[in-house]
């Protein structure tokens, strides 16, 4: 399962400039993100005039591009410093060395650690959690599927930066550290997405037959991990 984590960068469209990249390629691409603007990447036999004209031709569609990422909310990111939160189970957790009002999670440390050494500790939690969660729901969900008759598989946690999960064809099934952010549905749109790879690799028909069959209401869950994952 993939998707696109950019966080928000406010660029005009009307006084947007690209860069013309030569490369070995066959056709002239326009590339529009929020970290390297407008790229046109040209093959060498193509002019730069004829580059310029392609990119004017092209004006509506990276206009439109431009603007749907400036509209896009600006992510939170966490400080890590103590008493300031991180996102668990879709919720703000306050994150705190001293017990206290307001405070969610008490972790060891000191007043005066530093930001590095927090992030590591906090890090340290939150693995820890994501590991028995995606465990429990992974467990949970094979149960519930029992009627497909799911191979064994096995679940593991990695922090990725462009995939909720993937699976093998052994039954290894790799989450998302970052994917306990969210709420209960999404963690499990993404552990029911997997389960149903154990029994069709491909995106295809039959693949969306499963999830029906699993998880009628996947859609919605899957819409809400889109939204949230360009929030938080
Ligand atoms: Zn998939």
């Known amino acids: 399962m993939k998707f696109d984590q950019k966080s928000a960068q406010g660029d005009t469209p009307s006084q947007w400039t690209y860069r013309v990249k030569y490369a070995r390629r066959k056709t002239i691409g326009i590339y529009v993100s929020a970290e390297q603007g407008v790229e046109v990447r040209v093959p060498h036999f193509v002019s730069r005039k004829e580059a310029d004209d392609f990119v004017a031709l092209k004006r509506n569609w990276i206009e439109k591009q431009l603007q749907s990422i400036a509209r896009r909310p600006q992510r939170f990111e966490p400080t890590y410093r103590w008493g300031e939160p991180v996102y668990f189970l879709g919720e703000q957790q306050i994150i705190h060395h001293l017990d206290g009002d307001g405070v969610d999670i008490v972790l060891p ?110 859609k919605t869950h899957d819409a809400m991990l889109n939204r949230l994952s360009l929030l938080y």
């Open 109 to 218: 440390g000191q007043a005066d650690d530093s930001v590095e050494l927090i992030e590591r500790r906090v890090q340290g939690w939150f693995r820890q959690q994501a590991l028995a969660l995606f465990t429990e729901r992974h467990d949970h969900w094979q149960g519930h599927m029992r009627q497909l008759n799911l191979p064994v598989s096995t679940l593991h946690i990695r922090a990725m930066k462009r995939r909720w999960g993937t699976c093998r064809s052994n039954g290894k099934i790799i989450i998302n550290t970052h994917l306990a952010r969210y709420p209960l549905n999404c963690v499990d749109v993404v552990i029911v997405h997997e389960l149903c790879h154990l029994l069709e690799f491909n995106h295809s028909r039959h693949f969306y037959r499963l999830m029906d069959q699993a998880m009628p209401d996947w």
